[in-house]
């Protein structure tokens, strides 16, 4: 009898996350960090910080600064810098999840944020690479990746993680800048809701079934607590 092969190393990126990388990396060939999340085990720490760890040491406010120094309004200032954070925490995923249904976690201890040489936020890291997909998707039972019952599941699940993290940004926004909560939540809504629009035009899938993912979205948040729906009706 021959003897057994020996196993095959682990490759460092589990397939299914590569996969996803590849493809928001696709949306905008030009610009491949607009949607694009990276493994955080892969990277130096140069100009990324965690997000939770940048609330608390007051990068959100040198943000701010910097943009009010070189804008004609705070208030536009303050837009420009919370509009950045929401597309870290909450607009990349949206765009896995109406274009594939699929998500991984924004949850306030996964994210981070990698600032750029003119202090902007251009691309955002996870620790954790692990894929949420639903019942059917063809990646279900891949290493890396969790299998919800439905894509309701799945909306419910993403908004429960992204709520700690956008409640932090948005109190952090009105203590440094100003800014409403009215219009912060407005801001989230429109970003969930652009990528709904949007995203599925790049990535040529429905926009039937990208525009369902994103009213599902939105209405998971809502059902949170997080108005921003509401918050788009009165500006």
Request: net charge positive; hydrophobic share 45%; proline share 6%.
């Amino acid at each position: 009898m021959s003897a057994p092969m020996p196993a095959c190393p682990a490759p460092h990126h589990e397939p299914a996350f590569g996969q996803i990388c590849a493809r928001l990396r696709a949306l905008q060939p030009d610009h491949p960090r607009v949607y694009a999340v990276a493994d955080m085990a892969d990277l130096g720490r140069r100009r990324w910080w965690r997000l939770a760890d940048g609330i608390r040491e007051g990068r959100i406010e040198l943000m701010y600064r910097r943009h009010v120094a070189e804008m004609t309004s705070p208030e536009i200032a303050a837009e420009v810098v919370a509009t950045a954070l929401i597309h870290g925490v909450i607009g990349r995923v949206t765009a896995l999840l109406v274009a594939d249904g699929r998500a991984w976690d924004p949850g306030l201890e996964n994210l981070w944020m990698h600032t750029d040489s003119d202090g902007g936020l251009d691309w955002a890291g996870l620790d954790d690479t692990t894929l949420r997909v639903s019942a059917g998707d063809r990646l279900a039972g891949a290493p890396g990746v969790v299998t919800l019952p439905c894509e309701q599941a799945l909306f419910v699940w993403l908004a429960h993680r992204c709520e700690p993290a956008l409640r932090l940004v948005q109190h952090t926004m009105f203590r440094c800048a100003g800014l409403s909560p009215r219009r912060f939540w407005a801001l989230v809504g429109e970003c969930v809701r652009g990528a709904a629009t949007y995203v599925p035009d790049l990535a040529r899938t429905s926009s039937a079934r990208g525009s369902a993912r994103g009213q599902g979205f939105v209405a998971a948040l809502e059902e949170r607590g997080l108005p921003v729906r509401r918050a788009c009706l009165v500006r």
